[in-house]
């Protein structure tokens, strides 16, 4: 059945609506939500949604946005969860943010007027390149967008608006799920999947239109404490062993030139430190550790201790702990058990006019926790560009692309039930 031509012509109106509420998330926060005014968007969206007709939209007190768009289909149809987050990047302010639409981009650069010296260079976005003639939203440049993710909450509830206005289109049960906190990596610990009631998940908060994205980093974090020897510093030849030069020489000793973030791309994970604390006698270093293999992850985490060996025998007094936990794991692992979820959503980004591109996150997503929760759930584009910074841009056309994606996704499981 074909879709009508222009339904997709609000998802920008509704993108401006959400991107002015402030939903940055606080990692220093124990809450959940980690900041109380996530519940601002959760509040607007679960309203929207009654105002739609989703009888059973609601925000929970932990500030994730739950609802139901019924089957209008006699066939037994899987369970589909549409979910994208509602919280943005503590790396930068989202107060305030003013956007600013760039009506039929020419190409070239694009300098935003709120701070001319923020410039979203053409040379530095190769993404603009296929965006003329299309309409580019950005911030003024002094905030971040937050196109990451409320492009994915406006798509999705763009879609479920022309879903519950058109009955006709044949489709299960559609779940929508939007969550707070997944930029400091909470988005689902509050989750209750047995309300929910999914069989399969999409999150949207993917990059370029057409992308989908079946595999994440698998993660751990190390943490290793140093117990050096302190001395008053007058009195000390011989005998201080300083913990924070301990920390330090381990984090000059990581690899420089490979295996770190700005050294690697495509399938190459890396060592990172993150955190370093400490005083002469006790000091703390955190490293994450990346890669797409499990093998890969154990054998970086070898290079590590090697390394915190070494450098510890140039202090033989002092003793430190590794402890390494695990983060996420590689969503692929369970969504290759169900190949027919990914062969859907490229058939549904076909059907939306796009050719899909299957890639891989250097990341995580919450699709990567949902998947190991129970819950398969690989990430389609939003169209969000730079994200987390205030060169953050979206185009019109993509986010319109990604509605249709959603629609299509919806009528092909019913199709194939
Ligand atoms: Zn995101």
Redesign the pocket.
């Known amino acids: 059945m074909p879709l009508p031509p222009d339904f997709t012509h609000t998802v920008t109106e509704r993108f401006l609506r959400y991107v002015v509420i402030d939903t940055q998330s606080d990692p220093a926060s124990p809450t959940c939500p980690s900041s109380e005014k996530q519940k601002d968007l959760g509040r607007l969206l679960a309203a929207e949604l009654r105002a739609m007709g989703i009888a059973d939209a609601h925000l929970d007190a932990h500030g994730y946005v739950y609802a139901t768009i019924p089957a209008t289909t006699d066939k037994h149809v899987p369970v589909i969860c549409f979910c994208s987050?509602m919280d943005t990047s503590p790396d930068c302010t989202g107060k305030d943010v003013k956007p600013q639409v760039v009506r039929n981009y020419r190409g070239g650069d694009i300098v935003l007027p709120g701070d001319t010296a923020q410039v979203i260079r053409a040379a530095e976005h190769p993404a603009l390149a296929a965006q003329i003639g299309n309409d580019i939203v950005t911030s003024d440049g002094t905030t971040l967008l937050g196109a990451?993710?409320k492009a994915g909450v406006a798509e999705i509830m763009d879609a479920a608006q022309f879903l519950v206005d058109h009955p006709e289109i044949k489709h299960g049960t559609i779940k929508i799920l939007f969550t707070p906190d997944?930029?400091i990596g909470r988005g689902v610990d509050k989750v209750d999947l047995k309300k929910l009631g999914a069989d399969f998940a999409y999150t949207l908060?993917g990059e370029n239109a057409g992308n989908i994205e079946d595999e994440t980093f698998s993660a751990d974090v190390a943490t290793i404490t140093i117990e050096g020897v302190s001395a008053h510093p007058g009195f000390a030849k011989g005998k201080m062993e300083h913990a924070i030069k301990i920390a330090a020489a381990i984090v000059d000793r990581l690899p420089k030139s490979s295996c770190t973030p700005e050294t690697t791309e495509g399938r190459q994970g890396f060592l990172h430190p993150i955190a370093i604390s400490g005083a002469l006698e006790q000091a703390t270093l955190g490293i994450i550790v990346r890669d797409f293999a499990d093998d890969g992850l154990k054998e970086k985490e070898i290079l590590l201790e090697n390394i915190i060996r070494s450098v510890m025998t140039d202090f033989p007094r002092s003793t430190y702990r590794l402890e390494i936990k695990p983060q996420y794991r590689n969503m692929k692992q369970v969504i290759d058990r169900h190949p027919e979820i990914v062969d859907y959503a490229m058939e549904a980004i076909r059907r939306a006019g796009l050719r899909p591109v299957k890639t891989s996150i250097r990341g995580g997503?919450d699709g990567s926790r949902l998947s190991f929760m129970g819950l398969p759930c690989p990430n389609i584009f939003a169209g969000e560009h730079a994200?987390h910074s205030r060169l953050e841009w979206v185009s019109r056309q993509d986010m319109e692309a990604a509605v249709r994606t959603i629609v299509h996704l919806t009528m092909i499981w019913e199709e194939r039930s």
């Open positions: 987050h990451d993710d997944e930029e908060d997503t994200f």
